[in-house]
Nanobody, 123 residues
Framework: QVQLVESGGGLVQAGGSLRLSCAASGRTFSSYAMGWFRQAPGKEREFVAAIGWSAGSTIYAESVKGRFTISRDNAKNTVYLQMNSLKPDDTAVYYC????????????????WGQGTRVTVSS
């Protein structure tokens, strides 16, 4: 089992920045690919970014490319999502997730999920 706890959400003005963190405990964190997903009110959960176990492989949704950066620190069992140039459309609850093997965009391949952290971007 892997337990995931997100933090770092909050209220920010458009154009601002936030850094989300996801702390993992349980089985060997470094062996898992990690993903960030988000769910806006009334919408389905969607992929944001993912990173491989070695941090050598990252993938992003087109909507966040160039603005968001995913990274991980295996020594701290933590994955991060640096969010810059935030837009009101980025308002959502952000979830981190873990899966063994390679990072993927599809929600259904992730085995472990955190409870989420809310991000609100005001215009």
């Amino acid at each position: 089992q892997v337990q995931l706890v997100e933090s770092g959400g909050g209220l920010v003005q458009a154009g601002g920045s936030l850094r989300l963190s996801c702390a993992a405990s349980g089985r060997t964190f470094s062996s898992y690919a990690m993903g960030w997903f988000r769910q806006a009110p009334g919408k389905e959960r969607e992929f944001v970014a993912a990173i491989g176990w070695s941090a050598g492989s990252t993938i992003y949704a087109e909507s966040v490319k160039g603005r968001f950066t995913i990274s991980r620190d295996n020594a701290k069992n933590t994955v991060y999502l640096q969010m810059n140039s935030l837009k009101p459309d980025d308002t959502a609850v952000y979830y981190c997730a873990a899966r063994s093997n390679s990072p993927l965009k599809s929600i259904r391949y992730y085995d472990y999920w955190g409870q989420g952290t809310r991000v609100t971007v005001s215009s």
